[in-house]
């Protein structure tokens, strides 16, 4: 089977078959990993070995810290927030007291996940702001599906010392990812590039292209979608920005974070603060060693991306209206979600003949490919797991449907 959902996503095939031995007898050791203490030397190797491999996959400096978290790529929408405004009261002691409502977070509102981002910090007290809300913009309509040019965000004045500038790389619903080589960095207003951390939530294409994390304040990523199981969340942190203990901050205005949320706990105690998702990194670990030893690394990954989306895209651009992008703006089509609406004659979207498409897709073996709810059509993810050979399938499946649809 094919599967070319959104996520969970599969793994490799070697790597599954290399955890199931791990789970049921770890190196021999008679006993599973998930059995093992999370305190054993043996467990302590599994997770340096998933750090270092990490490390070398996205050149992370050594004044990061690596943080192997659970609760998810949501749990982050409020743990950036709140670790960056502790860390904000603690560098700014007097900003809160001659600004009630506390320093700017900025979002850049390019789909469904920074939205959700950005309500979590405004529940929590955050002055969040959104740059730019894609589905303001002329001709949207409501929907996601372009990014304005920086020139047209409304950036908070870098003289506010904003907390954080937020994006998502990859908008795993909407279908939308900054263009190739990644978000505009070099873009931003010097000032404000120098001045404000930048967070990027890349849960759903990280490893599938090269990142700058010395240039970001947190990158972070849940790994069920281009890494392993659900269950970890990596948070790349730069070490200074966690320096103090957020609690320092609290006398200054700053927000009482729970403690399994406060990265200098994670950091102090190498992930080991409290039980870590034991099995999720295992796993986590065998793909990064994976995709480091035998398929090229990050510019293998890359490379790769580029031929499987670039194989999908050429079919709905030649498919005469058959196919429809549901994302407007062409550089911002994401190569991991691809999101289209089959069409009538009419050039109207059908769900009869999405209908039609996703049976001949189940017949080719290829899996959950109906798009998300709140976009409704296709949406078919080629995580890093998925080959190129299953990537051809569905390209012969695209093609053989304009042909039936043609007859
Ligand atoms: N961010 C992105 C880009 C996602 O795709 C998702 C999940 O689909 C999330 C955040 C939320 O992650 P989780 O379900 O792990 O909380």
Redesign the pocket.
């Known amino acids: 089977t094919i599967n070319l959902g ?2 969970p996503s599969s793994l490799p095939t070697p790597v599954l078959l290399e955890a199931a031995q791990g789970i049921v007898d770890f190196g021999g050791s008679g006993m599973g990993l998930t059995e093992l203490s999370h305190r054993s030397a043996t467990f302590q190797r599994v997770l340096s070995a998933a750090e270092a491999d990490l490390r070398s996959l996205l050149a992370v400096p050594d004044d990061y810290a690596v943080l192997f978290m659970q ?7 409020s743990a950036t927030a709140l670790n960056l405004l502790a860390a904000h009261a603690v560098a700014h002691p007097d900003y809160v007291a001659q600004h009630p409502a506390g320093p700017p977070c900025d979002y850049a509102v390019s ?1 469904s ?1 920074t939205a ?2 950005m309500s979590e910090a405004k529940r929590l007290g955050a002055n969040a702001r959104a740059v730019f809300d894609a589905r303001k913009l002329p001709g949207a309509d409501g929907r996601f599906g372009a990014i304005p040019p920086v020139a047209e965000w409304q950036l908070s004045a870098a003289e506010e010392k904003p907390a954080m500038l937020y994006y ?6 909407d279908g939308v990812e900054y263009a190739s080589p990644g978000f505009p960095i070099a873009e931003l207003p010097q000032a404000y590039r120098e001045s404000v951390p930048l967070v990027a ?4 294409n990280i490893l599938s292209r090269p990142i700058d994390v010395a240039a970001h304040a947190i990158v972070f ?2 790994a ?2 281009n890494v392993g199981p ?1 269950g970890v ?1 990596v948070v790349i942190v730069r070490r200074s920005l966690i320096a103090e203990h957020p609690d320092k901050g609290v006398a200054h205005g700053g927000p009482r974070i729970p403690t399994t949320l406060v990265y200098k706990q994670h950091a102090d105690n190498g992930s080991l603060y409290n039980t870590p998702p034991m099995f999720a990194i295992y796993a986590s670990g065998l793909v990064f060693a994976d995709l480091l030893r035998n398929r090229g690394g990050v510019t293998g990954a890359a490379s790769r991306a580029d031929m499987k989306s670039g194989a999908v895209y050429d079919v709905i651009a030649s498919s005469n209206g058959l196919f429809q992008p549901t994302v407007r703006q062409a550089d911002v089509r994401s190569r991991m979600n691809i999101c289209f609406r089959v069409c009538g004659a009419d050039g109207a979207p059908s769900e009869a003949r999405e209908t039609a498409f996703v049976a001949r897709c189940k017949e080719a073996g290829i899996e959950q490919v109906k798009g998300h709810r709140s976009v409704g059509g296709i949406r078919t993810s080629l995580y890093n797991a998925v080959t190129p050979e299953q990537t051809l399938v569905l390209v012969d499946v695209m093609k053989a449907f304009v042909k039936e649809m043609q007859e």
């Open positions: 959104a996520g609760g998810g790529g949501t749990e982050q929408f789909g996940w959700k981002a998502c790389d990859n908008e795993t619903v939530d890349c849960s759903s990523f849940g069920q979608k659900a969340t």
